[in-house]
């Protein structure tokens, strides 16, 4: 079965602490991305990455951080520094090519107190 | 100015009617434009990409483009309660391909 994982699907965290978001793609996709959705409202992008151990910040980069050693792999790291880290995180895909279709994966919903 | 505008919703719509939801977009040099489905509490789902001006049809789902007037829409037929749900338009950005803008969605409720 082909698709997008992430995991956990629900994370609790107390403020200050980091926190790694797990995102595995077995697509054979050379793109990924991070996005954060709050709520009521759309996906704000975070990092992508269109290949191997090479990515570029998105709109909200502040406070993440990012790793692409692997293809199939894109962890995302939510730091003390992220002031509103309380959020639902989704990571996405795509061939790199003429059209950049996304697909995504479950998402994970970080809570932090 | 946002760049990519739909109306928040949220739209009600009989059970059989067509629903219509509509998206404007600022980037006069997207080529791609992309229809997703987010049931609440779960990840956007793609169901329809358009890429030329015109129509574009994939069983119930028509999507429309119209360049000239920065416009692309998403009409659904004989309506359904499944398709209740929020529906995100994704745009393509010029300067950055494999970026894509998503609007805020629009809330559909199929009232039966």
């Known amino acids: 079965d082909g698709g997008i994982t992430q995991s956990p699907k629900y994370l609790f965290r107390k403020e200050g602490q980091n926190v790694t978001l797990s995102c595995e793609q077995n697509?054979?996709?050379?793109?990924m991305y991070w996005y954060r959705q709050d709520p009521g409202q759309g996906l704000r992008l975070i990092y992508y990455?269109?290949?191997?151990?090479?990515?570029q910040k998105g709109d909200i980069a502040e406070g993440y951080s990012v790793s692409r050693e692997k293809k199939e792999s894109f962890p995302l790291t939510v730091t003390s520094a992220q002031k509103n880290p309380t959020a639902f995180y989704l990571c996405?895909?795509?061939?790199?090519?003429?059209?950049?279709?996304?697909?995504f994966g479950p998402g994970t919903r970080l809570t932090v107190t | 100015q946002k760049e990519v505008e739909q109306n928040s919703g949220p739209l009600s719509v009989p059970e059989g009617a067509i629903a219509s939801l509509n998206c404007t977009y600022s980037?006069?040099?997207?080529?791609?434009f992309f229809w997703y489905r987010q049931y609440s509490g779960k990840s956007p789902e793609l169901i329809m990409s358009?890429?030329?001006?015109g129509d574009k049809e994939d069983g119930r789902f028509t999507a429309q483009l119209n360049k000239a007037s920065q416009y692309v829409s998403l009409l659904i037929r004989d309506s359904q309660p499944s398709d209740s749900a929020t529906y995100l338009c994704?745009?393509?950005?010029?300067?950055?391909?494999?970026?894509?803008?998503f609007g805020s969605g629009t809330r559909l409720s199929i009232r039966p």
């Open positions: 990455s269109q290949i191997v151990n090479d990515f």
């Open positions: 980037d006069r040099g997207s080529q791609s």
């Open positions: 358009i890429y030329s001006n």
């Open positions: 996405a895909s795509s061939i790199n090519g003429e059209y950049y279709e996304q697909y």
């Open positions: 994704a745009v393509t950005q010029y300067s950055s391909a494999s970026k894509i803008i």
């Open positions: 697509l054979n996709h050379d793109a």
